[in-house]
């Protein structure tokens, strides 16, 4: 379990979580939903270590890893696809990968990148940053599952990409899901998302506002607070 209990985070002298706790269950998909500006993203850069909190605890396994570095947070078995591409655009997509092994061996680490997205494979020259957008994003993905990491983080990564790339990103997703791995999931497909997922919470102003099963929720209440143009 990934626990985050009573966390309160912000920039600065600039509060943003208050008070927040949110739950990622070993092999669970749960979604993190909110407007603009709700949190989100700094909740998942607590989450990953990226972000110390000023209160509260971040707990993996039942071991408290509050204040801890991204990498030990890496080892305790959590991984962090970030907003925007997240890829090194001047490597070669095997450059890319290889980064990805962290320490295993890079045959391997291709062969499973290329399970998640075959069309990595047929790139593996190539410099990331001249790959499409929704290229760069599988290779943004293939790392969660290149390296077995057992809670992944994924912020907005359908966002601007073409309804076909989403549509494989989410097929991914539910593969990811199916292998074991925790999702905790922030996205502005709002309903993709829950058919996901096994338990959502909502955001707002950097407070949970609801959590609960997607069975749960007031549908009109969530479009009129929470959905943008995409549902
Ligand atoms: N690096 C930063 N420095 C200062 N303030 C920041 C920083 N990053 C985010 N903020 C502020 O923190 C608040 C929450 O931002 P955050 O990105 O976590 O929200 P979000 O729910 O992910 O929204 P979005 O959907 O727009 O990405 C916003 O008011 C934002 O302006």
Redesign the pocket.
């Known amino acids: 379990m990934l626990e985050l209990d009573d966390i309160d985070a912000g920039?600065g002298g600039?509060r943003?979580l208050r008070e927040v706790s949110v739950w990622l269950p070993p092999q669970s998909v749960v979604a993190l939903l909110?407007t603009?500006?709700?949190?989100?993203?700094?909740l998942l850069r607590v989450a990953s270590g990226l972000l110390t909190p000023t209160s509260g605890h971040l707990t993996i396994n039942g071991k408290d890893l509050t204040g801890k570095r991204p990498h030990t947070l890496a080892r305790a078995g959590v991984c962090h696809v970030p907003?925007g591409r997240g890829v090194f655009p001047t490597l070669t997509v095997k450059e890319n990968i290889l980064i990805q092994a962290a320490g295993g061996s890079l045959d391997e680490a291709v062969e499973r990148a290329a399970t998640a997205f075959p069309i990595l494979k047929e790139k593996l020259g190539q410099l990331a940053g001249s790959l499409s957008g929704g290229q760069q994003q599988m290779l943004a993905l293939a790392r969660a599952y290149v390296t077995d990491a057992d809670y992944v983080l994924l912020d907005e990564v359908s966002m601007g990409l073409a309804p076909v790339v989403v549509d494989e990103i989410f097929e991914f997703l539910g593969r990811l899901a199916e292998d074991g791995r925790a999702l905790l999931l922030?996205e502005q497909y709002v309903s993709r998302a829950l058919e996901l997922a096994d338990y959502v919470y909502l955001?707002n102003r950097g407070r949970i506002e609801f959590a609960g099963e997607p069975g749960e929720l007031d549908s009109d209440r969530l479009v009129a607070q929470y959905l943008g143009a995409h549902t």
Do not use: P, R, S
């Open positions: 920039y600039a943003v909110g603009n500006g709700a949190g989100k993203t700094t907003e922030v955001m």
